[in-house]
């Protein structure tokens, strides 16, 4: 009998050191589960409060986990996204609908490249907004693979502006090609002028040549040489000046380079008319000899009336008459 006691009493001692590892166990696998959920009570209240609307897709493609953020985005609930056929047929636009159909299932399939789509969604309210998806493949602690987690944000503003700045880009390239189209035709016009001008003084220019090449040479010709030589000197004579349309060449002037002969007037009250023609055939890019023709003068008489407005004009010497106009 005291041998079998022993026993007993031995086993009592080995299942009471069974129980008390057991109870450890109990409560170390009780502390571990509690610290697991608590973790994941971390986690899902940071995804549920999160600002984005987070997303969680198993491997077959249906949403094992919804943020109520989705509310505030598509004035749909979690639970109504999550018992619906899917996002795509619940919300996406219709012209996004392939394209947000081949992302997903890349994703799902660990095949993209390039982990963010941006699509259409239309609202509860029938709104039509952008969003923004990234995703990324969720493993456990083994490596097995439980799917994708997807982050959506609403870019409809971000879109807005984009397309604000676009239309803003084209319109300063409408206007930067409708005043490269203006300039052009004032460049055409600015040369015509000054090709007229240049022809006119050309031609004064030789006919007046023309009738001082006479007038040397009259009296040692012959009577008849004589009489032939003095009627082409009348009709050089007749024809010989020419003078210039002023308001021809004001007009283009005008059109040319608006507002330049009322900027010098208003600026520089003491100007006259000779001033002012003076003023636009150098504002033309006229030179003095070309000028000359024009006004049927000499060049030197052009340089005079160049000094004599300089003064008029007050400009410095070290300032050229041409660049101040050019300015003005």
Same mark, same amino acid.
């Given at each position: ?7 007993h009493?031995?086993?009592? #001692? ?6 008390? !590892?057991?109870?450890?166990?109990l409560?170390?696998? $009780? ?6 959920? #608590?973790? !994941?009570?971390?986690?899902?209240? @940071? ?5 984005a609307? %987070? ?6 493609? =249906? ?9 505030? /985005?598509?004035?749909? &609930? ?18 996004? *609908? ?19 789509? %941006?699509?259409?969604? /239309? &609202? !509860? &309210? ?12 969720v493993?456990? *602690? ?22 604000? @700045?676009?239309?803003? #880009?084209?319109?300063? %390239? ?10 052009? %035709?004032?460049?055409?016009?600015d ?8 022809? /006119? ?5 030789l006919? &007046? *040549?023309?009738?001082?090449?006479i ?7 012959? $009577? ?14 007749? =024809? ?14 005008? *059109? ?25 055939? @150098? ?16 060049? $030197? ?10 003064? $008029?004009?007050?400009?410095k ?12």
């Amino acid at each position: 009998m005291t041998g079998e006691k022993r026993d007993h009493t031995k086993r009592i #001692e080995e299942l009471e050191q069974e129980l008390s !590892r057991l109870k450890l166990d109990l409560e170390n696998s $009780k502390f571990q589960e509690e610290q697991e959920r #608590e973790k !994941r009570l971390f986690y899902q209240l @940071i995804a549920e409060f999160a600002f984005a609307w %987070e997303l969680w897709f198993k491997p077959n493609g =249906n949403i094992k986990y919804c943020s109520p953020s989705c509310y505030d /985005l598509t004035g749909y &609930t979690a639970n109504q996204i999550i018992a619906s056929p899917g996002i795509a047929a619940l919300l996406v636009y219709d012209a996004d *609908k392939e394209k947000y159909s081949n992302f997903l299932t890349g994703a799902l399939n660990q095949t993209l490249v390039n982990q963010t789509l %941006e699509f259409r969604v /239309l &609202t !509860r &309210t029938k709104q039509l907004r952008w969003f923004m998806m990234n995703v990324r493949g969720v493993y456990d *602690k083994i490596g097995k693979y439980l799917g994708i987690r997807a982050s959506v944000i609403d870019i409809s503003r971000l879109k807005d502006a984009m397309g604000h @700045i676009s239309e803003l #880009e084209r319109s300063k %390239e409408f206007d930067s090609r409708n005043k490269q189209r203006l300039q052009t %035709e004032l460049e055409l016009k600015d040369r015509e002028l000054v090709s007229f001008l240049l022809q /006119l003084s050309q031609k004064n220019e030789l006919l &007046t *040549k023309a009738v001082h090449l006479i007038q040397s040479n009259e009296f040692s010709q012959t $009577k008849k040489p004589a009489l032939i030589l003095q009627q082409l000197k009348d009709m050089l004579q007749a =024809n010989a000046v020419q003078p210039v349309d002023w308001s021809m060449v004001e007009n283009q002037v005008e *059109k040319i380079h608006p507002g330049f002969l009322d900027r010098l007037q208003k600026r520089h009250a003491v100007v006259s008319v000779n001033d002012k023609k003076l003023c636009s055939y @150098i504002r033309l890019g006229l030179s003095s000899k070309e000028i000359a023709g024009l006004l049927n003068i000499t060049s $030197k008489s052009v340089e005079i009336s160049r000094v004599r407005l300089r003064k $008029k004009l007050g400009i410095k010497t070290q300032i050229r008459l041409v660049k101040y106009l050019e300015q003005l």
